[in-house]
Nanobody
Framework: QVQLVESGGGLVQPGGSLRLSCAAS????????MKWYRQAPGKEREVVAG????????NYAASVKGRFTISRDNAKNTVYLQMNSLKPEDTAVYYC????????????????WGQGTQVTVSS
């Protein structure tokens, strides 16, 4: 039932901007931290940014801090990633993530991922 759908990726020149969106469904969106990950070719998937349930707590990877902004609209069950001053090294597939509890087993959890959206930064 849990579903995450990313959109907004594309080809952009260095220094450009892009806004990614992740539409969530199948769970109580307001109860969970949401995160953005990315994976470049031949690299491990890495955390880019995270945001708490009410949007008051935000965390960023050092490589994107000051350039990227994560936000959420709980009324729309959507999390966003505003990416400014993009660099070629930002090129990757970007994924939306939520770690939810497994209601039938206390203390258990499960990660869910979207299909990913490609971001390519190149001149």
């Amino acid at each position: 039932q849990v579903q995450l759908v990313e959109s907004g990726g594309g080809l952009v020149q260095p220094g450009g901007s892009l806004r990614l969106s992740c539409a969530a469904s199948g769970f109580t969106f307001t109860s969970y931290t949401m995160k953005w990950y990315r994976q470049a070719p031949g690299k491990e998937r890495e955390v880019v940014a995270g945001i708490g349930r009410a949007g008051g707590a935000k965390n960023y990877a050092a490589s994107v801090k000051g350039r990227f902004t994560i936000s959420r609209d709980n009324a729309k069950n959507t999390v966003y990633l505003q990416m400014n001053s993009l660099k070629p090294e930002d090129t990757a597939v970007y994924y939306c993530n939520v770690r939810t509890d497994v209601g039938t087993v206390i203390g258990s959890f499960r990660d869910y991922w979207g299909q990913g959206t490609q971001v390519t930064v190149s001149s």
